[in-house]
T-cell receptor
Framework: DAGITQSPRHKVTETGTPVTLRCHQT?????MYWYRQDPGHGLRLIHY???????DKGEVSDGYSVSRSKTEDFLLTLESATSSQTSVYFC?????????????FGPGTRLTVT | RKEVEQDPGPFNVPEGATVAFNCTYS??????FFWYRQDCRKEPKLLMS???SGNEDGRFTAQLNRASQYISLLIRDSKLSDSATYLC??????????????FGSGTRLQVQP
């Protein structure tokens, strides 16, 4: 158990509204990630963080922003939600095991944009 | 071409069967390889890392062929509880700072009684 929680676990929102998803970890991991998972696409990286206030874009970052003001919290914000952002969002942390960078995931947030 | 490609399945097998999943990756510089398991409506969970020499964990065996850019997962003596989607995962570049992983879309396994 990597001690990762996500909130909310489910959310329905309307097009055009801002939405913030929270990822919280208890084990002081430096690296944190936000992915989205859609049928036929697998998991795709939205943004990641390599430390407090240090973030960078992933492959599908348009329409999303992130913030990390504390080691334990990584927030994902949809500035103005669109129906194409209906998805399952997973947060992950990274641990180093030998030369491998293993990632461990939170339980996910199911977001529906109507 | 996708960076990581998997047969989506589903693979329907009887209990006790041996089943193999394959995965190809496009970036020859890839350094780390993993298999994750994902149950329906749950998060992906690390099943095993894949090492160059191949590795085994109980009924599960993973193989890596760098020359062919090919990874495999073998499950022996399938159990009903093995029913899940298996994700092939690659870390494409060493020490970029991102430590990002690239995920295949997954292969679904259904073990039947």
């Amino acid at each position: 158990d990597a001690g990762i929680t996500q909130s909310p676990r489910h959310k329905v929102t309307e097009t055009g509204t801002p939405v913030t998803l929270r990822c919280h970890q208890t084990e002081n991991h430096r690296y944190m990630y936000w992915y989205r998972q859609d049928p036929g696409h697998g998991l795709r990286l939205i943004h990641y963080s390599y430390g407090v206030k240090d973030t960078d874009k992933g492959e599908v970052s348009d329409g999303y922003s992130v913030s990390r003001s504390k080691t334990e919290d990584f927030l994902l914000t949809l500035e103005s939600a669109t129906s194409s952002q209906t998805s399952v969002y997973f947060c992950a942390i990274s641990e180093v095991a030998g030369n491998n960078y293993e990632q461990y995931f939170g339980p996910g947030t199911r977001l529906t944009v109507t | 071409r996708k960076e990581v490609e998997q047969d989506p399945g589903p693979f329907n097998v009887p209990e006790g069967a041996t089943v193999a999943f394959n995965c190809t990756y496009s970036n020859s510089a890839s350094q780390s390889f993993f298999w994750y398991r994902q149950d329906c409506r749950k998060e992906p969970k690390l099943l095993m890392s894949v090492y160059s020499s191949g590795n085994e964990d109980g009924r599960f065996t993973a193989q890596l062929n760098r020359a062919s850019q090919y990874i495999s997962l073998l499950i022996r003596d399938s159990k009903l509880s093995d029913s899940a989607t298996y994700l092939c995962v690659v870390n494409p570049v060493v020490d970029t700072g991102r430590r990002a992983l690239t995920f295949g879309s997954g292969t679904r396994l259904q073990v039947q009684p």
